[in-house]
């Protein structure tokens, strides 16, 4: 079956860091470029992040010096790290490639 998983997601603290992973299966990740997107309550979805298959990244400005998106090809997984984390970042985060999106995971930020 083809599919993303993400994990990793909860409560954090202002300024904290968190870690998604995004697990796929049924295809190669190191073959397809993989991006990242919130969407935070009411509003619309937001692109964060891509990682290419030749293992570039972009990120959207927003994030740009405090997320930074990473993966492993053994273990066909992405990962977006996520600094000084503040509350207009809470959202459900998702991975996504081409026709293809995961379930999303809701990260927090709140005191």
């Known amino acids: 079956e083809v599919q993303l998983v993400e994990s990793g997601g909860g409560l954090v603290q202002p300024g904290g860091s968190l870690t998604l992973s995004c697990v796929a299966s049924?295809?190669?990740?190191?073959?397809?470029?993989i991006k990242w997107f919130r969407q935070g309550p009411g509003k619309g979805r937001e692109w964060l992040a891509s990682?290419?298959?030749?293992?570039?990244?972009q990120y959207a400005a927003s994030v740009k010096g405090r997320f930074i998106t990473t993966r492993d090809n053994a273990k066909n997984t992405m990962y977006l790290q996520m600094n000084n984390l503040k509350p207009e970042d809470t959202a459900v985060y998702y991975c996504?490639?081409?026709?293809?999106r995961g379930q999303g995971t809701q990260v927090t930020v709140s005191s």
């Open positions: 996504a490639t081409l026709g293809l």
């Open positions: 049924g295809f190669t990740v190191s073959d397809s470029t």
């Open positions: 990682i290419f298959s030749v293992g570039s990244t």
